[in-house]
């Protein structure tokens, strides 16, 4: 069920290849866009800003995924499966247990897809007109398992 293919096997050319699948072997970030801080500026006006633990998610996430980027980015409709392999350090499941705590599957799908959109995955993630997320606790064997199929 999970493609162990190291950066560079991973490359697909998006013109060609309708089917890409890679395993990013890394403890999966919990940060998401979903917190975003608000501050006021000196003009009185509030704005918004990514903590520093959001920046470093995103950070790692796109240094993560460039390896993978196809050669040629999808230009039609793609569905998007992901799976979410977090650590259990404490051994508290067995694993693929499903994770049924934070943070939500939404939350993280925007943030990834967003890093793919920035990787060059896509040309835009509105292209994304399936997904199929789903997130468990793995013990040793962490990361995201990622498959691209065109429509």
Known sequence: MFSMLTPGNGKAQAMNDPVMEFFM???????????????VG?????YLYEPAEVKKARSKLESYLARYR?????????????????????NKYPP??????????DNLQKMLKDCMTRCGFWKDDS???????E???NGNI??????????
């Open 25 to 39: 072997h890394m403890d999966p970030p919990t940060a998401t866009y979903q917190e975003k801080k608000i501050a």
């Open 96 to 105: 693929g247990t499903y994770r049924l705590s934070p943070p939500d599957t």
């Open 127 to 133: 292209l994304v007109a399936s997904e199929i997320t």
């Open 70 to 90: 196809p050669e040629v980015p999808y230009d039609c409709g793609v569905r998007l499966i992901t799976k979410w392999l977090f650590p259990d350090s404490a």
């Open 135 to 137: 997130k468990f606790w």
């Open 42 to 46: 000196k003009n009185g006006k509030p």
């Open 142 to 151: 962490t990361g995201i398992w990622i498959r691209i199929e065109v429509l």
